[in-house]
């Protein structure tokens, strides 16, 4: 039994020279492995900011695009409205300008007619006039009659 108590002392004396160093040993490991997993927490924090940060400005940058998008939107169908508006006054000018050409090409053609039609009667009255006083009357009074004729259709034509 000495035999085991001088071997339980050889290991606790063993033990006592070798626990300072073995101890910083260690525990300077665990410091070291602590420290790691610190930075890798802080890092890990950082980076969790950081993608927070980033996932803001891209869900800002998305709203401001889609009020945008929104804006040129309103613009484009107020613009589509006024084009619209414009062409609308453009065809109803031009069809009141047309319609007004048209009139007055009538109003002209109706003029035209009318003067010819005038024409017309102021030959068919002098013609039935100098035949009928080719008939009845003689030369000189045929003249004086003839004349006072053509000059009366003459007021009335002008």
Avoid: C
Wanted: no cysteine.
């Amino acid at each position: 039994m000495a035999e085991d108590l001088v071997k339980l002392a050889g290991l606790l004396i063993f033990l006592a020279l070798i626990w300072r160093p073995a101890s910083r040993f260690l525990l300077n490991g665990l410091d070291a492995r602590s420290a790691r997993i610190k930075d890798e927490l802080e890092q890990a924090h950082r980076l969790r900011e950081e993608a927070q940060s980033m996932l803001a400005k891209y869900q800002r940058e998305l709203h401001e695009g889609e009020a945008r998008a929104q804006a040129i939107l309103r613009h484009a169908e107020e613009e589509a409205a006024r084009q619209e508006r414009l062409m609308r006054e453009k065809l109803e000018t031009a069809m009141q300008r047309r319609t007004k050409q048209a009139m007055d090409r009538i109003a002209t053609a109706e003029a035209r007619a009318l003067q010819d039609i005038r024409a017309q009667a102021a030959m068919l009255s002098v013609r039935a006039t100098e035949s009928l006083l080719k008939t009845r009357l003689d030369g000189e009074q045929a003249k004086v009659m003839l004349h006072r004729s053509l000059d009366e259709v003459r007021s009335r034509l002008a």
